[in-house]
């Protein structure tokens, strides 16, 4: 078996894993600027698909059915963001005569209508929050929100993600939110319609993982809590969430199951809740993919969800019985992204000058950059995602303190330094979080350099050198300047 | 060897005494001793009170540095006081400019030249790491001149 | 609370990243040749103990009660090696008004002495190899042997691990192994006392994982299969055995459980067993310390040994139930020490060149050095362990080899490549193994280069250059040819 | 840039061509065509056959090569021909001289000087790594000087 990998980054070395440990071959694809990213040189072939930006890359679907055939390739694994959710990829890729490794194209077409979605789980009996069909204007997204109160939500039917999601707290909002939502849309789903939801107030963010083969048996492995978010992105997730009880599992799984079976769900896919601080749970959708965090859900529960997810898409029968599927512990992801938490989580996209990465018991760290990798500007910010397991919560969470203070990344801002502020967070060690957690978190921050760190900034300075982040032309070394260097005791590693 | 910086926020003054490894620094009315050995522009050790931590360093730009050690990532921004301090953003005759917080692509211009603009009005949508932001002005009066086009990409500054 | 770590290399690093996962300070010692280890950096405070030979810093009892009062440490834990078993040294730290985080002393001295260990579980109804008490001469050791026929084991008393252990085949090998065994107990566990087992043809080696409180509460965390092993010591364990069966892990763990009980061990502890290919087990001994291999059983138990065995010694009870833990999954640990598999396990002591560790999925590295770390040759050879899990035994050794393939370890010979070579073989596969497995298997070996290495070589040889391990005195880079180099734009870590 | 080697086992002549990264290698009747793009002395990568190959090298003495690539490690031991070949280890007047195989503790002398050994007398106990080693001569003969005593270090050779 050989599988294309239609992503970058760490996912695809993720994937191109899982592919070798099931003893099958990877082919990996890379844009202009990926050429010597890790999970091109972790795969067992490379097909160059040209300039960096998506359209021409990742996302130019000719491209890469070409890359499949001319390496022989029998299936095709989308990843995650790019093309994992569009179904005219799948229709593609299926009717190139290759395996799809997602669900089918019409579930994910069903499931990405997000009214249509909604629509499903109603009609099955799991609660929806009050909202709208998609919006023919912006004038009756005016009405929707006169007749439930603000605030608001606005959402591109075809979204996902936090993309072309906006939060109208007030009637003056709504003509520019409507606007830039649809826009978004538009440009990164190809649909500007929007629809409107009721905004719940101070809610959790809860998953449930599901696996789902082609002969109707659908089973859930448990939720994620996914409340640590900024721009309505995840930065951070646990599992189990501190908000759900056994008898809460069983019931959000059982729902979770219901809205897969009645799609006709196949592989792995993942149901999103609200959930109330009352314990209340609406049906949000459903990401029709792996998800960024889905490696807690794998160490909690003991299964490898990215190999299951490839099986089931070749046809094998799910063999995990549900009753079996029981947390063991605890675990949390953080998401190293190249972004600065200190200005609003600013991209900082540069090269990564200095790469240390924690390990050691209960630390896992998928990542997909080495020191010296570049990380453009035109992609997903995520660097790593670093996961840690314990036998409880709390024991997961200093393992994570312990993690973090072995973690360097530097030449690029990353959210490492926030996840040191968030475990000195009262409210956070006790799992008090919810959707609007960060944002409030972090407005009462001030960071400023410590003394200390300023006098080592100071004598650095004085010395007058230190990792500069390179000239990106000046990357490729030649031989004449690598035999003038060679003969110097130093120890070095640059990858290009 | 000793050197004079100024500390960006909060404003201090910060002097620095090295003699072979040896660092003396005051930074505002604090002062420090410890040795750098230093194995290379990526790091090396700080000893202090007797604990040798290992340092991470990376120069990000001439005095701004991005440091790691103890456990903590710090980043410093020193200002030498011997050059002009940082011109703010401002155009001739006191104009001001509007310079690109963060480096991405200008997907739209919403303002063209000429237009009157409020502190806070939207100018331009700038989208990096598949994220569209909106760069608002600081300032109030007329845009003068636009410099960027859709599609454009623009380096932070 | 202050720990002190009277031990070096990965387990100490694996003891301060426990102490830090509790919320306690971890206080390291160091020999000469170690001061720029990992553990010593990742300590909150460090101690030199002096010259690099054991008896001078980590055998060094007074040097190392000093370290603990200096620094204010409350506990001191051992390790593994060293005086991890050594009684006179347990009494010295409880003497020292220290908590000793290991089994009360008394408990030591009696499984430390082989042949009363060997009472105590026949007395408790667990098999025991035909053996023989203390002997006075070597004319005992061969009246047993005409007794029960050759080929016999010749045991130091206070020995373990291997050393000062001797199979002797026929009676013209018999004088000379009990002056090595006899030797080697002097020299190591300062007793030169040797006994004598009939040796059990192709016997598994399992052991068995006990967890017990001060309150006479002992549990069994189920067994690990170690039969693939070099001069009597371990390079590879998996859990669970492919031998045992629920049943047998059942009465294998009652019988390690009745003999720890009866000896009224406390803390962490090991129970090793020989176990037939007929199913029949015989009590070999108990390691009365935490073993090199305890992390197969933390990550398919879900249990971290290190930390339960420090809260344990501080008197904690244990709340962990029998019924409760269940093996889930299978993993499995490979011993990277720095010895050359192709001349019979040569030591290779020398300089980390060039270290790149594997991550991802289902992989732990319990590591004691980084890039640039010297390799002593004072000490134990070990320099890191490899752990995988997976969803079964084939999946657990499929991501092995996945993770093999990306463990870089250059500058001295490793154990690596024996793990790349064990995976081929259809016997390992199929965990047909025994103790006399590994001789076997590497007796049927030839390796030569490959040609396309030969090329590589040759053609990196015409260039001239390429990483050298260094001159040891020329470690220290001083500030002045710092500053020379720094001006390039090279990226490099050296540690000294 | 032509050079010549010989493999050590077995024994092959080797030929190497390289022109601006570009390598040509006959090992034996064998012919490779690569390409090398070093970034460092640590490694770099193997073009090979469409694939960037990842190397990581060390060079553990002249024409001593430990290499990994394509998930392998590999060891191979170069001789240059226009060097003598290694000398056997050979004391003055054609007697043999016991070179040390492994670095190490010597802890005892097990035979004086003058002693008559066979080939396979275990002549010292070496011990390194805590592994206690018994070296053997491999030559019968008369022991002439005996060099170290017990507690002395050895490097190998």
Redesign the interface.
């Known amino acids: 078996m050989r599988v294309l990998i239609a992503n970058r980054g760490e996912i695809a070395?993720?994937l191109v894993?899982?592919c070798?440990?099931?003893?099958w071959e990877a082919v990996a694809v890379h844009s202009q600027v990926d050429?010597?990213q890790p999970y091109?040189?972790?795969a067992d072939?490379?097909v160059a698909l040209g300039p960096s930006a998506p359209q021409d890359s990742y996302l130019n679907v000719p491209k890469l059915l070409a890359a499949a055939r001319e390496t022989g390739c029998q299936a095709v694994h989308p990843g995650y963001g790019f093309l994992a959710e569009n179904p005219a990829f799948a229709r593609a890729v299926l009717d190139a005569g290759l395996v799809w490794m997602g669900p089918p194209p019409e579930v994910i077409e069903l499931l990405g209508c997000k009214t249509a979605a909604r629509q499903l789980a109603a009609r099955v009996g799991v609660p929806v929050v009050p909202g709208t069909e998609p919006l023919a204007s912006v004038e009756q997204a005016r009405a929707f929100a006169r007749e439930v109160g603000y605030p608001i939500l606005l959402k591109a039917v075809g979204g996902g993600g936090g993309?072309g999601m906006r939060v109208v707290g007030s009637e003056g909002e709504l003509a520019e939110a409507y606007a830039?939502a649809s826009?978004?849309g538009q440009?990164?789903f190809a649909d500007p319609r929007v629809y409107a939801e009721k905004l719940v107030a101070f809610p959790r963010h809860v998953e449930v993982q599901i696996l789902a083969d082609g002969f109707g048996r659908v089973v859930h492995v448990g939720e994620r809590e996914c409340s640590i978010q900024r721009?309505h992105q995840k930065l951070l997730e646990e599992t189990p969430s501190p908000a759900v009880s056994p008898e809460l599992r069983k019931r959000l799984g059982e729902a979770a199951v219901a809205v897969c079976q009645a799609a006709g769900y196949v592989t792995a896919g993942t149901v999103e809740f609200l959930l109330t601080a009352e314990g209340q749970f609406y049906f949000l959708e459903v990401n029709t993919r792996l998800q960024v965090e889905h490696?807690i859900t794998?160490v909690v529960y003991?299964?490898?969800l990215?190999?299951w997810m490839m099986r089931l898409a070749l046809g094998e029968p799910l063999t995990l019985q549900q009753q079996d599927l029981v947390p063991?512990?605890h675990a949390v992801e953080c998401r190293v992204y190249?972004?600065d938490p200190?200005?609003d989580f600013?991209?900082s996209?540069g090269t990564v000058?200095?790469l240390?990465?924690p390990?050691?018991?209960?630390?896992?760290?998928?990542?997909g950059v080495e020191?010296?990798s570049p990380v453009p500007?035109?992609?997903?910010?995520i660097l790593a995602k670093l996961i840690v397991w314990?036998?409880t919560r709390e024991?997961a969470l200093?393992?994570l303190?312990?993690a973090?203070?072995?973690f360097?990344v530097?030449?690029v801002?990353t959210t490492?330094?926030l996840f040191?502020w968030l475990l000195d967070d009262p409210d956070f060690r006790q799992g008090r979080v919810h959707t609007g957690f960060l944002p409030g978190f972090l407005a009462g921050r001030a960071t400023?350099?410590?003394?200390?760190?300023?006098?080592?900034?100071?004598?650095?300075?004085?010395?007058?050198?230190?990792?500069?982040?390179?000239d990106p032309t000046?990357f490729?070394?030649?031989?004449a300047a690598?035999?003038q260097?060679?003969?110097?005791?130093?120890?070095?590693?640059?990858?290009? | 060897m000793i050197r004079c910086f100024r500390l960006a926020d909060p404003q201090q003054p910060v002097k620095v005494r090295v003699v072979s490894g040896n660092v003396e620094v005051e930074v505002g009315d604090q002062r420090f001793h410890f040795q750098l050995e230093l194995s290379g522009p990526g790091g090396g050790f700080i000893h202090v009170e007797g604990k040798k931590l290992p340092l991470f360093c990376a120069r990000l730009r001439p005095g701004v540095w991005q440091l790691f050690f103890g456990g903590q990532e710090h980043t410093v921004v020193l200002e030498d006081p011997l050059r002009a301090s940082p011109r703010p953003a401002r155009g001739h005759d006191g104009q001001e400019e509007l310079v690109a917080p963060i480096p991405g692509r200008v997907v739209q211009v919403l303002v063209p030249a000429g237009a009157e603009v409020a502190p806070g009005t939207p100018v331009v949508v700038l989208e990096a790491m598949k994220m569209q932001n909106l760069i608002a002005t600081q300032v109030a009066g007329r845009v003068r001149e636009v410099r960027v086009a859709p599609g454009a990409t623009v380096e932070a500054g």
């Open positions: 070395l993720r894993r899982a070798h440990e099931l003893g050429g010597a091109v040189l972790a072939a490379a993309k830039r826009a978004e440009a990164f721009r490696p794998e003991g299964v490898d990215a190999q063991r512990g190249a972004e200190e200005r600013a991209p996209p000058c200095v240390k990465e390990a050691g018991p209960g630390v896992r760290v998928d990542s020191q010296g500007t035109e992609y997903d910010p314990g036998e024991h200093s393992r303190s312990r973090l203070s072995e360097v530097l030449g801002r490492l330094p040191r400023k350099a410590e003394p200390i760190a300023v006098a080592v900034a100071a004598a650095l300075e004085t010395l007058g050198t230190g990792v500069e982040p390179p000046a490729r070394t030649d031989l690598w035999r260097a060679g003969r110097q005791r130093l120890l070095w590693r640059w990858a290009p």
